[in-house]
């Protein structure tokens, strides 16, 4: 009887929860969540008159989380577990327009569960949130031009290089699994969509829910104690802390969600023929990361809890007045910290060997090899947390194993550039723009590895650790070889999502300006660590003013850089040179779809014979 | 498709771009490091630069190695013609070449490893004639050095907020912090330790230069975190005990003074 029942339902027409459940957008989405955070902060006033001394962090917590639940319900993140939960159930039709068909423009405001639609989405959260970031990096660059400059006061400084350094740690990590290990991974595996379509849309919509607290923090005190937040100083610093620590909780989810879509998706939605062995290499960086990043990401949020628990509820996980230690916090944070740099290094290194094949036209070289060291790095990541803690005076003992482990992951890094030289080797190398930011990804990552060599050996850590010579090091790897994996990946896959190309000329002339730029930067930083200037110093003696005006100058020419991509994606999203579907020659399965891409992506499900890379050998049989 | 169109590659200009660079590396890592880096006054140091004179030394091959061959690609295998190039000759794989640069790599990195943990052994085992004992306290934003040998000598509590040690005496620190975690570091020497509220971190010198250099925190500490910098003074015997005598006799212990 039942089971007619629901057959009957899910052919009918007509739909369920429709009307305000279909209305919901990002606009009602922050109107709900504002609407929570006033909740939350005017409630417990109401209702509390013993307000006691942590009475204000305690009101900042539950207004942050107001809004992140308001703006979940307002965006429509909530409406599926709530149909569910008054037992309607999805009808098809419900699901077409929760993957935005027929909506044109508008499915882009949405929560909208087509992974093409969240891969745009990502990527233009991505340059937001980099945009931000910049902007900070910059304000901070001008505040060093001069050795005791007022340009901002040392409270704002702080404040520009905590949010500094979490905005783009948080932009980083989406920059490259975000946008490609959404909109192209799913294709690749020759999938309809994501293993789970809704998580999809949450896991997006809950980093737009994250940016906002994280931001806000700016603006209601900032805080005091860098992006790694060390305690005792996290329990000191203002009520900035509190929207900082919910934004890291809120950003952790979605990382958790979107962790768990990627392998899900990787592990169970590959087409026929899809065998682990012929995946795309990109498919595999982003299984390889997504599950590392399921990992790592967790720690942050149970440290971030423990800090407010401390800030709020009495606890003492890291006062010492009371039991409790910072360097807690500090293994916990470098838990996550150090595999979180593979988390956004593998995906970069992933879509950059699917632009070393296809611009050399050669097959990759050592399909296995680079796999295995993918997953090598990724094993050796979370056994090396405390070559963060040489300097701290927590358990000196355990210097040596970790300094193995840490140059050990020398090996499987040393396997991607073998990968990469070997894939380039004897190619006719196609000198597009996507190639040349790989060149340039590997002349900055070879300095960027070099450098980490040095300060992973402990006497020589002992002088460098906290100086500007470490901010060069991890600059080269983010700035100099991410950044320009994810800017190569947007000039590869735009063509997919625009149906045109970006153009070369600008393309070349942000390429030349970012390269140079970030030589001089981080070299100039380089000389200023080398020489003793400490990171994080407002002001400095006057013997770092040379290193740190080339550094200033540098950084302009990054920005100006980043500036001339950003208008080359704004003004070839409207007018740019028509690519075709296939305009690179590629044979991975996203290239041989139509673009634009339709809903569902394949009319058939192709059947797959060989892996991708079939470049000057007998063409298999490829759908 | 076109028929693959192979690219040649030639062993000598390609050797000689990588001698070059490799020269060029090995110049600057040996002549440029000392430049670069703060002035030694002491064994850790002494290490420190060393180490990363020998590090680059090892490095300078391999990274010249690798640019080597994006300057080469990109002078004799870059396709000139139009449109889409021709497929080029495939290379699925190289067991040999594969084994070799994994064989290479676990060489240097086991190279790396024992040279690190023997600079590692040779730090941690310093030691010097007539060990003195200073207590390090950091506090926002501000060190004090106190001299538990001037309770001995001189029967009462010295404290300063510069701090003086004898040179080629080894010189012991226990350092602390009163409120947050604040980083000690001493460049010329070396040494680097976190002062950890509630815990007592420990560090061991023999300056072996005397001079004025520079203490600075390098632990972020709050708004006047670039403002947490003092002077540390080597001097002789002679001087260190003529300047302790001088000091005023301390009132109180540092652990009980106000948090700013």
Known sequence: MT????????????????????????????????????????LPHHFFDNQGSAFADQCTVISAVGWVIGFWFGIGALAGPFKWFLGWDQTHADEMYLAGKDQGKKRYWKYCTDHKVVGVQYLVL???????????????????????????????????????????????????????????????????????????????????????????????????????????????????????????????????????????????????????????????????GGALGLYAMPFFATAMTMTILDRSAGTSFFSADSGGTGWLWENMFWLMGHPEVYVILIPAVGALLEIATVFSRKPLFSYKTAIGGMAGIAGLSILVWAHHMFTTGWAPQLGGPFMLTTELISIPTGIIFLVAVGTIWRGNLWMKTPMIWLMGFIANFIIGGVTGIYLSDIPVDNTMHGTMFVVAHFHYVFVGSVLFGAIGAVYFWFPKISGRFLDEKMGRISFWLAFIGVQVTFLAMFVSGLRGMPRRYASYQAIFEHTNVISTIGAYTIMAGMLVSLANIILSWRSGEPSGPNPWHSKTLEWLVPTPVPLENFEVLPVIESDPYTYGEKEGARA | MTKNNSNKFSLKPFLVIWAVLTAIGIWISIKGTPWLMEKSASHQMHMAILTVIVFSVAAAPVAAGIYAVQIYALAKWRYKGEGVPPDAEPLRNNVKA??????????????????????????????????????????????????????????????????????????????TSVDVTHGFWVPSLGVKVDANPGTVTTLSVVPNKPGWYDIRCVELCGLNHSAMITKAHVVSDKEFLTWLKEQPASPAAITTSVKN
């Open chain 1, 3 to 42: 089971a007619t029942i629901d057959l009957q339902k899910s052919h009918s027409p007509a739909t369920n929860g429709g009307g305000f459940l279909r209305r919901l957008n990002f606009g009602t989405g922050i109107i709900f969540g504002i609407i929570g955070a006033l909740l939350g902060y005017f």
């Open chain 1, 126 to 288: 991505a340059m937001v949130l980099l945009g931000a970031g910049g902007i900070l990096a910059m304000l901070i660059r001008t505040d060093l031009i001069s050795p005791g400059s007022h340009f901002v006061n040392q409270q704002v400084y702080n404040s520009f290089l905590s949010l500094h350094g979490m905005l783009m740690i948080i932009s980083l990590i989406i920059a490259v699994a975000g946008p490609w290990g959404n909109f192209v991974m799913p294709i690749q595996c020759g999938a309809r969509d994501m293993a789970f379509p809704r998580l999809n849309a949450l896991s997006l919509w809950t980093v737009v829910a994250a940016a906002v607290p994280l931001l806000t923090t700016l603006f209601i005190g900032g805080i005091q104690d860098g992006w790694t937040t060390y305690a005792p100083i996290s329990i000191q610093t203002g009520i900035g802390m509190n929207t900082f620590a919910i934004a890291i909780i809120t950003f952790v989810i979605s990382t958790t969600v979107a962790g768990v879509n990627t392998v899900c998706t990787i592990m169970t939605m590959r087409t026929t023929g899809m065998s682990l062995d012929r995946l795309p290499i990109f498919t595999w960086a982003s299984l390889i």
């Open chain 2, 98 to 175: 594969v084994s070799a640069w994994i064989g290479v790599s676990a060489l240097l990195t086991t190279f790396l490893l024992i040279w690190g943990l023997a600079a590692l052994a040779s730090d941690d085992n310093v030691s010097g004639p007539n060990p003195m004992t200073v207590n390090v306290t950091g506090q926002q934003w501000m060190w004090s050095f106190q001299y538990p040998i001037a309770e001995t000598l001189l029967h009462h509590n010295v404290e300063s907020n510069i701090l003086v040690i004898p040179v080629n005496n080894q010189a012991n620190f226990n350092v």
